[in-house]
């Protein structure tokens, strides 16, 4: 069965701090995402990669920077943390070429203080 | 481009009643579409999915939907609501071409009233 792991579930950090979520997964996809979840505005993309070391922006991408450097692991980093930040972060992985579904993780509900 | 719309951003029905949550999709290929179900502070989880072979597509807990072309719709439907059915429903489409992006639609907040 298909397992997408994120590092944490809940986080707290400070406005400023640099913050990095983690997501692994166990499949060899090729795909991964980084979705935030917010109430009443659904999932937004942030980011997707399609390879290691490759990236697309998604539809808001400003103020977050995505890490491939191996095919498992697709790190999103919050250069500078901001209150509007707050959300609940997900990750998903995929095979390409495929009409197979998403594989989500659990979430990070990220907090900013 | 590809989008999706669904109906109604909150649904309530009381136990034992049918279920109909709508998704109407766009896309110019022929899509994949795929009904995915959150529970509270939880991710998702596929409940099933439509990828050009029977248009009628049986999930899991009881859920169905099926593909109508000429609608341009993929209706998620189950018969008979069950309590632990209340959650967050999303329809979501993509397509056969490479690496191609998932649109999501905005959910539907399923309550079912005991």
Redesign the interface.
């Known amino acids: 069965d298909v397992k997408?792991t994120q590092s944490s579930?809940y986080l707290v950090k400070r406005t400023g701090e640099k913050v990095f979520l983690e997501c692994v997964q166990d499949m060899d996809h090729?795909?991964m995402?980084w979705y935030r979840q917010d109430p009443?505005?659904?999932?937004r993309?942030i980011y997707?990669s399609?390879d290691v070391k490759m990236k697309?922006k998604?539809d808001i991408p400003e103020g977050y920077s995505v890490s491939r450097e191996k095919k498992e692991r697709f790190s999103l980093i919050l250069e500078s943390a901001s209150t509007n930040q707050t959300s609940m972060y997900?990750c998903?992985s995929?095979e390409?070429?495929s009409?197979q579904?998403?594989?989500?993780?659990?979430?990070t509900?990220l907090s900013i203080l | 481009a590809q989008s999706v719309t669904q109906l109604g951003s909150h649904v309530s029905v009381s136990e034992g009643a049918l279920v109909l949550l709508r998704c109407n999709y766009s896309s110019s290929v022929p899509p994949y579409l795929f009904w995915y179900v959150q529970y509270p502070n939880q991710g998702l989880q596929l409940l099933l999915k439509y990828t050009s072979a029977a248009t009628l597509v049986k999930g899991i807990n009881g859920f169905e939907a099926e593909f109508k072309k000429s609608e341009t719709s993929f209706h998620l439907t189950k018969p008979s609501a069950h309590m632990s059915d209340a959650a967050e429903y999303f329809c979501a489409v993509t397509s056969k071409t490479s690496y191609d992006k998932v649109i999501f639609g905005p959910g539907t907040s399923l309550s079912v009233i005991p």
Do not use: K, S, T
């Open positions: 997408v579930r090729e795909n995402f009443g505005l659904g999932l993309l997707f399609y697309e998604g997900l998903a995929r390409m070429y009409n579904p998403q594989h989500f993780g659990d979430g509900r």
